[in-house]
Structure formats: structure tokens, C-alpha cells
């Protein structure tokens, strides 16, 4: 599958080249989440997430953290990286505001091709996540700060995780005992994050950690 995506995706990228329109496209490579486990597959034979913590349906990083390669050529720089933190929902504003398009009102998302040209980029206030299988999981970030809930459908008084991803990346350190006020702030963020819903109710009580 890897050599058939590696070929397939050449052949879009030789097509451009072919009908004179590289350097009018911006071309975008990402994934919707981390390695699974489902239909036999084995995360763990290439190591697919290396230090990061969980696979798809997790919140920890190896369930949300994925990569993303950009080809723009004469517009991204070849062989550059960027470390801004960004969502998929961010992509609606991006492709708005590269078109010259008015970007809807009310959204979450932020357009990033400031990071994408080089140029200085507007940060979120945080980021949220939820998923209602598996007891039900939420998490956020703010900065360098990560939390997580699990098991909100039974005990949404439970315990909320804090991780510092500055240097913590494998999410090893649970840091909220040291820190109780972030961990508040945190959860002040998921709570007001949270859209009510009949289908998917979440109930948020403050942790007990």
C-alpha cells in the first residue's frame, strides 16, 4: 500500500508538472489520525508512532497528532518545516483565504498560510478534542499544556491528565497534582469547548485528582 500511494501520488504530482500548473497548486498531504488497530493491523511492526502515546480513538498524541506535507513550489520552501500547531478544521479558512474568498463567520478555525509562506501566524487560544466510544474521551491544549479525560460517560468527576509537551512529547508525566490551577484552567476549556448535545451528552464536574 505504501508503494502503491508513493506511485499514485507521484503521478498527480507529475500531471501538474505536465499541464504547466506546479506552481499554481498547492498540494497537501495529511492524515486524519494515528496508526489503527482495527482489520489486523500492527501499529507497533514499523514502530508507525514512535514516542507518541496511543493510536486512532485515543486523545493522547498518537491518536490526534499526525503529519502533513505541504509542495508549493515558489511559494513553500522546499525542505522547511514549521512547528505551529494547527487543526483540520483549519483548513477551511486556508483554502479561503489563498482563493481570495471570504472566510464563513462563527468557525473555529484559523487560516495558517502565514506559517505555510513564512510569515508571522495567528496562534488558537487552544485546541479541544472528543470522542464518545469507548466510555467516552475528551482532551485540550493550550500551549505546551495537554489534558486529558477518559471514561466520561461513568465518571465525569474522574481524573484529568496534564502532560507539559515541551518535554513531554510521549505524554509519560502526568503533571497535575504539581499543577492544580492549570489543571482548572484546562477544564474551564473543555467544559466551554463543549457543544450540548442529546446524542452525544457529556455531563463535566470538576476532577477529583
Excluded: C
Aim: without cysteine; charged residues 25%.
Amino acid at each position: 500500500m505504501v508503494t502503491e500511494l508513493d506511485e499514485y501520488v507521484g503521478e498527480l504530482l507529475a500531471k501538474l508538472t505536465e499541464l504547466g500548473l506546479e506552481k499554481n497548486t498547492l498540494v497537501i498531504f495529511a492524515s486524519d489520525n494515528g496508526p489503527h488497530l482495527e482489520a489486523g493491523a500492527d501499529p507497533d511492526f514499523f514502530n508507525s508512532n514512535g514516542e507518541l502515546k496511543g493510536y486512532k480513538r485515543d486523545m493522547y498524541e498518537g491518536g490526534i497528532r499526525t503529519s502533513m506535507l505541504v509542495r508549493w513550489p515558489g511559494k513553500v520552501k522546499a525542505g522547511s518545516e514549521n512547528n505551529h500547531v494547527s487543526a483540520f478544521w483549519d483548513i477551511l479558512p486556508t483554502f479561503a483565504e489563498i482563493a481570495g474568498a471570504e472566510t464563513p463567520a462563527g468557525i473555529d478555525g484559523i487560516s495558517f498560510l502565514p506559517s505555510l509562506l513564512g510569515k508571522k501566524q495567528k496562534q488558537h487560544d487552544y485546541l479541544y478534542w472528543e470522542f464518545h466510544e469507548q466510555g467516552g474521551k475528551i482532551a485540550a491544549r493550550m500551549g505546551k499544556w495537554k489534558a486529558v479525560k477518559l471514561n466520561m460517560d461513568k465518571t465525569p468527576q474522574g481524573a484529568t491528565e496534564l502532560y507539559d509537551l515541551s518535554t513531554d512529547i510521549g505524554e509519560t508525566n502526568n503533571k497535575a497534582t504539581s499543577n492544580p490551577e492549570i489543571v482548572k484552567k484546562m477544564e474551564e476549556l473543555m467544559k466551554q469547548a463543549h457543544k450540548k448535545s442529546d446524542v452525544f451528552p457529556f455531563v463535566f464536574e470538576t476532577s477529583k485528582n
